[in-house]
C-alpha cells in the first residue's frame, strides 16, 4: 500500500469489512481495514466489534467506489 491512502467505506463490523476487502481484492485492488474513530472510546478497539474502515491506494478510490456501489445495488 502506498503512503497516500483513502477511505472508501466505513462498515459496522470487522466481517463486513472483510467481505468488503474481498470483494475489491478479486477486482485487482489492493485494501486494508482497520478501527475507525467513528465512535472513539467504543471498546478501544479491542474487539472484532465496531465499526472499521476500508482503504485503498488514492489511485484507485474511484474504481472502489464504483466497485462497491455496484455490489450495493
Same mark, same amino acid.
Given at each position: 500500500? $502506498? &503512503?497516500?491512502?483513502?477511505?472508501?467505506? =466505513?462498515? *459496522? /463490523?470487522? *466481517? %463486513? +469489512? &472483510? !467481505?468488503?476487502?474481498?470483494?475489491?481484492?478479486?477486482?485487482? =485492488?489492493?485494501? !486494508?481495514?482497520?478501527?475507525? &474513530?467513528?465512535? +472513539?472510546?467504543?471498546?478501544?478497539?479491542? +474487539? *472484532? =466489534?465496531?465499526?472499521?474502515?476500508? #482503504?485503498? /491506494?488514492?489511485? &484507485?478510490?474511484?474504481? %472502489?467506489?464504483? #466497485?462497491? +456501489?455496484?455490489?450495493? $445495488?
Amino acid at each position: 500500500m $502506498s &503512503d497516500q491512502l483513502v477511505r472508501v467505506a =466505513i462498515v *459496522p /463490523n470487522e *466481517p %463486513a +469489512a &472483510d !467481505m468488503l476487502c474481498a470483494l475489491l481484492r478479486t477486482e485487482g =485492488i489492493r485494501c !486494508m481495514r482497520r478501527v475507525t &474513530d467513528v465512535g +472513539a472510546g467504543a471498546l478501544d478497539g479491542v +474487539a *472484532p =466489534i465496531g465499526s472499521r474502515e476500508v #482503504l485503498v /491506494n488514492a489511485e &484507485d478510490a474511484e474504481r %472502489a467506489r464504483e #466497485l462497491l +456501489a455496484a455490489g450495493s $445495488s
